[in-house]
C-alpha cells in the first residue's frame, strides 16, 4: 500500500501557484519523497525529491515540513499543460548494490489548470 | 540523451495468445523496471532488471516473465493471455546505483488490448 494521502483533486487557475499537499506521517528516516506525474495516457514523469531540505528545479519546488511527516510540491506559475495527475511517494535511501525498491503509487492529485 | 524507448505502442491480442513487449532504456541506465497501470489497479509494479538479474518482483502470476540482455534492453513477456491483462505496460529505466537515490525515467508506455 502507498504510505502517502493525497487530496483526490485540486483546481488552479492558470499562471498561479499550484500547491500540491502530501501527507507521509509515518515516513522513516531514510526515506525519500518523490513526485512525478502523469499526463492523460503517457508515461510517468519525474519531478523531483527530498529527503530534509526544501529542493528547487526547473519544473518545481519542494518543501518538506520539518518533521518531514508531509511535504508541498509548488508549481510557481501553472499552465494548461501541468494539468495531469500527481503522486506523492516515499522510497527508502539506496544502499550500494541494492535495489531502491520499486515505486509505489498511490491515487494521486488529479490537478486540472483553468484558463 | 534519448528517452525510455517502447516498442510496440499498441497491440491487440486474442485471449490466449502470448506477446512481447521491448523496452530501450536511456543510455548508461543499468536497471529496467517494468509497471502495468489499469484503471482499476492503478500503476502497479511487476519486476526490476539489472545486470541481466531480476532484482526485485512484484506480486504478479508466473504467466509475467521478463528479462533483459547485455545491453539493458529488456523485454516482458505475457503469456496465455486473459482479459483483464488488458492494460498500459510501462517501461522505467535507471542508473542503478551508486548514490542513495536511483530516479526513475519511464516510456510512453504500451497499450495492450485483449480481445
Known amino acids: 500500500d502507498a504510505k502517502t494521502t493525497q487530496p483526490p483533486s485540486m483546481d488552479c487557475a492558470e499562471g498561479r501557484a499550484a500547491n500540491l499537499p502530501c501527507n507521509h506521517s509515518?515516513?522513516?528516516?531514510?526515506?525519500?519523497v518523490y513526485w512525478y506525474r502523469q499526463i492523460h495516457s503517457q508515461g510517468p514523469q519525474y519531478i523531483i525529491h527530498g529527503l530534509k531540505n526544501n529542493e528547487t528545479n526547473e519544473m518545481a519546488s519542494l518543501i518538506i515540513t520539518e518533521d518531514r511527516k508531509s511535504s508541498t510540491l509548488i508549481l510557481p506559475h501553472a499552465t494548461l499543460r501541468d494539468t495531469a495527475v500527481y503522486y506523492c511517494?516515499?522510497?527508502?535511501?539506496?544502499?550500494?548494490?541494492?535495489?531502491?525498491?520499486?515505486?509505489?503509487f498511490g491515487k494521486g492529485t488529479k490537478l486540472s489548470v483553468k484558463p | 540523451k534519448a528517452g525510455v524507448t517502447q516498442t510496440p505502442r499498441y497491440l491487440i491480442k486474442t485471449r490466449g495468445q502470448q506477446v512481447t513487449l521491448s523496452c530501450s532504456p536511456i543510455?548508461?541506465?543499468?536497471?529496467v523496471s517494468w509497471y502495468q497501470q489499469t484503471p482499476g489497479q492503478g500503476l502497479q509494479f511487476l519486476f526490476e532488471y539489472f545486470s541481466e538479474t531480476q532484482r526485485n518482483k512484484g506480486n504478479f502470476p508466473g504467466r509475467f516473465s521478463g528479462r533483459q540482455f547485455s545491453n539493458s534492453r529488456s523485454e516482458m513477456n505475457v503469456s496465455t493471455l486473459e482479459l483483464g491483462d488488458s492494460a498500459l505496460y510501462l517501461c522505467?529505466?535507471?542508473?542503478?546505483?551508486?548514490?542513495?537515490?536511483?530516479?526513475?525515467?519511464f516510456g510512453p508506455g504500451t497499450r495492450l488490448t485483449v480481445t
Open positions: 509515518t515516513i522513516s528516516g531514510n526515506e525519500y
Open positions: 511517494i516515499v522510497r527508502p535511501r539506496l544502499h550500494y548494490g541494492g535495489s531502491q525498491g520499486n515505486l509505489i
Open positions: 522505467a529505466s535507471s542508473p542503478g546505483g551508486g548514490g542513495p537515490v536511483d530516479e526513475q525515467y
Open positions: 543510455s548508461g541506465h543499468r536497471s
